[in-house]
């Protein structure tokens, strides 16, 4: 059934002449990824622009009306009921630690062969370099509420690795020669 068809049916409340615009540019988004070519790719790498696309369009409803309060409890509730938005999605993005969260996937531990989330839900500091690649099912890369710029996803640029405090002695022009030759001695270089 079709996006405007299923809403004909009963009569939206007000503002949703506001974000419908929106809402169908997110629509004709998901059908073009639906009838993306395949040739090429992997089985899972056909659903990771579905899942993206999912995300925006459900983070666009909960900063509208958690963060900017833009739109009415009452507009909301109406596109939980007709699945215009993910509501368990939305719902958990309230909770601590989960504000990031790319899908409801990444934290199904039912789906894995050991009982863990999903790869992108650890963080990219707690992660070797071999490790930094998309998640199979939804194509993140980390969702995790530490990383900086999450959702990080396969098409996205990585961000900068951040320095762990380590200093080098030819770095700090404070330590004089005698100090720069212990500390080398001590970190066996």
């Known amino acids: ?12 409340p007000a503002g ?7 809402i169908e540019q997110f629509e004709q988004q ?17 659903t990771w ?8 369009k459900n983070r666009y409803i909960f900063d509208l009306y958690y963060k900017r309060k833009a739109i009415s409890k009452e507009l909301y509730d109406y596109m939980v009921r007709e699945k215009i938005a993910d509501g368990p999605l939305i719902s958990k ?13 990444a934290i199904s531990t039912r789906d894995t062969n050991f009982g863990t989330v999903s790869i992108c839900r650890v ?5 070797s370099a071999a490790q930094i690649a998309p998640s199979v099912v939804t194509g993140c890369v980390s969702c995790c509420s530490g990383d900086e710029g999450a959702p ?16 080098k002695a030819e770095e700090d022009p404070d330590l004089d020669d005698d100090t720069a030759k212990r500390l080398k001695e001590l970190q066996g270089q």
């Open 1 to 12: 059934m079709s996006f405007r068809r299923r809403l004909l049916r009963k009569k939206p």
């Open 16 to 22: 949703w002449e506001l974000v419908e615009p929106t």
């Open 30 to 46: 998901m059908k073009e990824a639906v009838d993306e070519d395949h040739s090429g790719k992997r089985k899972n790498e056909l």
């Open 49 to 56: 622009r579905i899942h993206r696309i999912h995300h925006e």
């Open 93 to 105: 993005w309230r909770k601590p630690g989960y504000e990031k969260l790319c899908s409801l996937l």
């Open 123 to 127: 963080p990219l500091s707690q992660r």
């Open 152 to 167: 990080i996803w396969w098409n996205s640029p990585l961000p900068e690795p951040k320095d762990k405090g380590k200093r």
